[in-house]
């Protein structure tokens, strides 16, 4: 073997796994079994106590799992990973090892409405209180930092439009705040942007979105870069303070700079629960496989899409970071040089009416709430995921009557531009 690191095709396909040491089996097998026989009394007690690494209960990990765990570890530039069941599990579980009940988190205002959802109501029932700060105006994260500040959380590409943010400047703010940078990045996956090479701490992503890639299977990883020290202050117990469940351990004083994947795997999954399904591990491993392919075809077919929409007279604008008039494109430029994801919004001439004609005309692309599939998807956000809203929140939100978001799958980009033109009508 040369000694050069591989390269990311290289790792998407192989990182973390290995032909089966007893059957040979070349494809990670699904050990689907919920528990693992001990060696005997004493590996049983050490497994039990932190003192060993190995497999006790697939809730806290599973054989399956952990090749995902490293692959995408791997493919982040991060020192460890834990798989979860979502995205949103993902999230939950990393706040829970940073806040105490009446912390605070800074959230860039614009992220996947789920997550708005989540910060909103479920976080603040936890006594997690969700300060809001505006993605294209820096200033106003470093204005929201009080004391009781415990991290930032932004989308490296963000919902729904596709815009690109500036990871660096954002990661400089809690730099100097002394919190960790949580980035969001299933919109880019690491294929498009790495936030750890840009200063992120802790990577997260909904791995039912492009890095499962088919829309086959709900799955959620945590990444931690290695880079924060989180013995500082006293502000995270968690990872600082002696563990009285494991015979009084320091997880930052034991396991180093990948103590925030540990403390993520046995105190949030240990006592919260949502373990991902070894099934569904190896769907998205299957997917991760051809990352690389996929997302260079969803971006490539995006642009076209854009560039077709945004020379349509039904349209009014269209807002796609790819496309050199865009606001973002500057910074599409260097975070993200091989495209800028697949995920845009578009608005149209004709309004909110125009906006439910088209997603019933449109046959290739489905009508549903989800991004990142093989498949086009599209949604008229206003007439259905943000249809409660009043119109001036609508607007806000980027999802005004006249606004419709797609996703752009890998079918050839010449029909779903036909699809489009007998949808919008000329
Ligand atoms: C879908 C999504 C989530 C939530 O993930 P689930 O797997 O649906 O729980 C979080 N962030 C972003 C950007 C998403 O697109």
New binding site residues.
Partial sequence: MSDRLPGFSTLAVHAGAQPDPTTGARATPIYQTTSFVFNDADHAASLFGLQAFGNIYTRIGNPTNAVLEERVAALEGGTAALAVA????A?VVVLQQLLQPGDEFIAARK??G??INQFTHAFKSFGWNVVWADPDDIASFERAVTPRTKAIFI?SIA?PAGSITDIEAISTVARKAGVPLIV?N??ASPYLIRPIDHGADIVVH????FLGGHGNS???IIVDAGTFDWSTGGKYPMLSEPRPEYHGIRLQETFGNFAFAIACRVLGLRDLGPALSPFNAFMILTGIETLPLRMQKHCDNAKAVAEYLAGHPAVASVSYAGLPSDKYNQLARKYAPKGAGAVFTFSLKGGYDAGVSLVSKLQLFSHLA???DTRSLVIHPASTTHSQLDDAAKINSGAGPDVVRISVGIEDKEDLIADLEQALGT
């Fill in positions: 979502s995205g949103h599990a999230q992220l996947y789920g997550s989308e919902n969001d299933t919109l909904s791995l039912t979105k709900l799955g959620g989800n991004v990142g």
